[in-house]
Nanobody
């Protein structure tokens, strides 16, 4: 399984960015696809994503009023639309997928929010 993330960049506080992640390879049996992030000096944390077959969305309280996660079921792709970005949203964002008990990671997309 390969995950290719795109998007991210530098934005001023209050601005918006969109992240996209496309999967390829043997993705049959995907159980979860979503986004984590890791800020400098901090642990990687869950942000938002889907329990795949059920289509159930899980999203952290600290972003739920500002971020929207979406998916393309046919392409096994997910996206994260981020609005009203804050300085504390600065992090490397990682796409992740759980397939048959193995978690796969994308390469990470830097999101930097400036004042």
């Amino acid at each position: 399984v390969q995950l290719q993330a795109s998007g991210g960049g530098l934005v001023q506080a209050g601005g918006s960015l969109r992240l996209s992640c496309e999967s390829s390879g043997r993705t049959d049996g995907v159980a979860m696809m979503g986004w984590f992030r890791q800020a400098p000096g901090k642990n990687r944390e869950w942000v938002a994503g889907f329990t795949w077959n059920a289509g159930k969305i899980s999203i952290q309280d600290f972003v739920k009023d500002r971020f929207v996660v979406s998916r393309d079921s046919a392409k096994k792709a997910v996206a994260l639309q981020m609005t009203s970005l804050k300085l504390e949203d600065t992090a490397v964002y990682y796409c992740a997928a759980d397939v048959k008990g193995v978690r796969y990671w994308g390469q990470g997309a830097q999101v930097t929010v400036s004042s």
